[in-house]
């Protein structure tokens, strides 16, 4: 069986995967396979995961974000989700995935400033270091 | 009484299958687009207790109508091992398999009325429906 693969694009220190199709299980498991991949070879630190043009995202697909997440987490890379829809945001409640591990953001560009905003912080604070 | 629209449920594929029949036939009902997320998450998690315990089975959609309100029925079959304890079943974070034990809890969550009915060995039958407000 063929499964889709979702683009990931590189911007600066941030990838960034719009997920635009209705992902099946295959699909997703591939998905989070080729992620964590790309963040290992391109050494970024941020992944923004865009979910504008999806409408249901269900408890495996749920699954997969968060362990996608807490991954990205143990190479030193942040996950942030951003487009959620009003009706995916609250059958994701309903459903009772609430995803708290997860960072979160309106859209795309609030996603790119959170990242940006969160890796100056970084720097200023590893450059802080350095003068002790 | 309204024609029933099914999906055959053999692969991972069906699920998005079953659950966009789910969603168009909540559209075409006239429900919310609210709504049509919760049932179409629904199917989603019922479809994928399908292929996942039994293999293979059917999801049928159909519209109902009771007391002048429109509805949407949708029946999850399934020939497989059945459910042994089904309150067990129903607890959020209990499951057998790789799941998240979410899949049955939630889809009752999600929908108006949640009726089970299983027996070991012989398969189980799941009915939901959802009214319009």
Redesign the interface.
């Known amino acids: 069986m063929n499964s889709i693969r979702i683009p990931i694009l590189k911007v600066g220190n941030v990838l960034i995967a719009s997920i635009q199709v209705a992902l099946h299980d295959a699909s997703a498991v591939q998905f989070k396979d080729d992620l964590l991949e790309k963040i290992h070879t391109t050494k970024s630190r941020a992944v923004i995961i865009d979910l504008t043009a999806i409408d249901v995202v269900d408890s495996f697909i749920g699954r997969m974000i968060a362990d996608i997440a807490a991954m990205a987490g143990l190479m030193g890379a942040r996950v942030v989700l951003t487009g959620l829809q009003p009706a995916v945001a609250i059958t994701l409640v309903e459903l009772g995935l609430e995803l708290p591990n997860v960072l979160t953001a309106l859209n795309l560009e609030k996603g790119l400033e959170l990242m940006q905003k969160q890796d100056q912080l970084a720097e200023e604070e590893e450059s802080g270091y350095d003068t002790l | 009484m309204t024609p029933s629209k099914a999906a055959v449920i053999r692969?991972?594929?069906d699920?998005?299958i079953a659950?966009?029949l789910a969603?168009d036939t909540a559209k075409s009902i006239g429900f919310g687009?609210?709504d049509?997320?919760?049932i179409?998450?629904a199917v989603?998690?019922l479809a994928?207790n399908i292929f996942l315990y039994a293999g293979t089975g059917s999801v049928t959609v159909r519209e109902i109508e009771k007391h002048g309100r429109r509805g949407i029925e949708i029946v999850c079959e399934d020939q497989g091992p059945g459910i042994a304890d089904v309150n067990l079943a129903m607890q959020?974070g209990y499951t057998t398999s790789r799941?998240?034990g979410?899949?049955l809890?939630?889809a009752k969550?999600?929908m108006d009325e949640f009726t089970i009915n299983t027996e070991v060995g012989i398969g189980t039958v799941i009915v939901c429906r959802k009214w319009r407000n």
């Open positions: 692969s991972d594929l699920i998005v659950r966009t969603r687009a609210i049509q997320a919760r179409a998450t989603s998690e994928r959020d799941g998240m979410m899949g809890p939630g969550r999600l």
